[in-house]
């Protein structure tokens, strides 16, 4: 993703980080979050905020949870894209979306810290 500077130079908004793709619930790419494997700042950064993408009502995870199983009787809530894939789970930012499968599953959380 280009983004241009002040002095109009474009660059990569994502450049040396590891990219995870943030799709909505059917599956389509909406936004992208990275990670820097080294020390640089910020450690994490997301797309910005769109038409289309709001990280704030995003369940991460969530379609490829539910490409695994479609009925899970159960989800463990992390914090972060990072941790999520270390635990092959979903993550959860509130407030919990609407669209989120019937019957709701058991909720367990997981903080980092």
Same mark, same amino acid.
């Given at each position: 993703?280009? #983004?241009?500077?002040?002095? $109009?130079? =474009?660059?990569?908004?994502?450049?040396?980080?590891?990219?995870?793709?943030?799709? %909505?619930?059917? $599956?389509?790419?909406?936004?992208? $979050?990275?990670?820097?494997?080294?020390?640089?700042?910020?450690?994490?950064?997301?797309?910005?905020?769109? %038409?289309?993408?709001?990280?704030?009502?995003?369940?991460? $995870?969530?379609?490829?949870?539910?490409?695994?199983?479609?009925?899970?009787?159960?989800?463990? #809530?992390?914090?972060?894209?990072?941790?999520?894939?270390?635990?092959? =789970?979903?993550?959860?930012?509130?407030?919990?979306?609407?669209? #989120?499968?019937?019957?709701?599953?058991?909720?367990? =959380?997981?903080? =980092?810290?």
């Amino acid at each position: 993703m280009l #983004v241009t500077n002040d002095q $109009g130079r =474009s660059y990569d908004r994502f450049r040396e980080r590891v990219m995870f793709p943030i799709r %909505d619930k059917r $599956g389509r790419v909406i936004g992208f $979050g990275g990670r820097v494997l080294g020390d640089a700042l910020p450690k994490y950064l997301n797309s910005p905020e769109t %038409d289309i993408f709001h990280k704030g009502r995003q369940l991460y $995870g969530l379609y490829e949870a539910q490409q695994d199983n479609p009925e899970p009787p159960r989800l463990l #809530v992390v914090e972060g894209i990072w941790t999520s894939w270390r635990w092959r =789970s979903t993550t959860l930012i509130m407030p919990w979306p609407r669209w #989120v499968p019937r019957p709701r599953p058991t909720i367990s =959380s997981c903080c =980092s810290g």
